[in-house]
């Protein structure tokens, strides 16, 4: 599928474009459905642009955030995702918005998964936004190179939901969307900053195996064109 790249001249200039481009596309949504749907990723490369999509003019109550994966850790954790969300992004505006946490306090990581893929199976697919980010390693979401569960979580025959996922670098056992839960967004968005993650970007979409650098699965077979957002 196509990829369209969005360049701008530092992280503050992208937060607030991106922020433009996502509300934009929510508030689309909230027009012809009345609900909207984004799924969004943790690290610390989207800080800035959730703080800004924080203060936009939307119906949050009808907004339903979750995340494209979680760590296997309770929100009181300085790991989760869960916690990066609510100190940056549900504030402000978008406190209203109804978030649908991964992690749920199941015995194992296998059962959490297995509560996550019930209870985000009643948000409406495709999400109307996903936004990705990217390792240094060519990962995204918890598609880890070496991943337990990789070939799983990229098959598109893998039914949309939430599964495990461990790898070397990644942590904590993982919890993730698979492929086909992320890959028809109505606005699928790679967010990437830095002239290092613009090197392994460029790597990821030379050829070569996607089990190398999953990225590559979003860049060769999303069946929605991919918005790269990057800046210096
Ligand atoms: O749980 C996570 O860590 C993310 O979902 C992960 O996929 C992230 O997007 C990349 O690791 C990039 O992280 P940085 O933005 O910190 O480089």
């Known amino acids: 599928m196509s990829e369209t790249l969005h360049t701008y001249e530092n992280g503050a200039a992208l937060a607030a474009g991106l922020a433009d481009a996502v509300s934009a596309r929510l508030a689309a949504a909230l027009d012809a459905r009345g609900t909207a749907s984004i799924a969004v ?5 989207p800080k800035a642009f959730f703080r800004a999509l924080a203060g936009r003019d939307l119906d949050w109550r009808k907004v339903t955030i979750t995340l494209v994966d979680e760590r296997f850790v309770p929100p009181e954790s300085d790991r989760s995702n869960h916690a990066l969300v609510a ?3 549900l504030q402000d505006e978008a406190a209203a ?15 959490a998964a297995a509560i996550a893929s019930k209870v985000t199976a009643a948000i409406a697919a495709p ?6 980010g990217m390792g240094t390693d060519g990962h995204t979401a918890s598609f880890f190179p070496g991943g337990t569960r990789l070939e799983e979580a990229l098959d598109p025959a893998t ?3 939430v599964i495990t996922m461990e790898a070397d670098g990644a942590g904590e056992p993982r919890l993730t ?10 606005y699928l968005v790679l967010h990437i900053e830095g002239e290092g993650k613009r090197e392994v970007l460029a790597r990821a979409q030379a050829s070569g195996e996607e089990a190398e650098m999953p990225i590559r ?5 999303a069946a929605s064109p991919l918005q790269i957002y990057w800046a210096p």
């Open 217 to 221: 699965a979003v860049l060769r077979r």
């Open 41 to 45: 990723s943790g690290g610390a490369t």
């Open 127 to 132: 999400f109307d936004v996903v936004v990705l």
């Open 97 to 111: 918005a109804q978030f649908v946490p991964l992690y749920h306090a199941a015995a194992t990581a296998e059962a």
């Open 87 to 89: 100190s940056n992004l």
């Open 159 to 161: 039914p949309r939901g």
């Open 177 to 186: 969307f698979t492929f086909s839960s992320l890959q028809d967004a109505g």
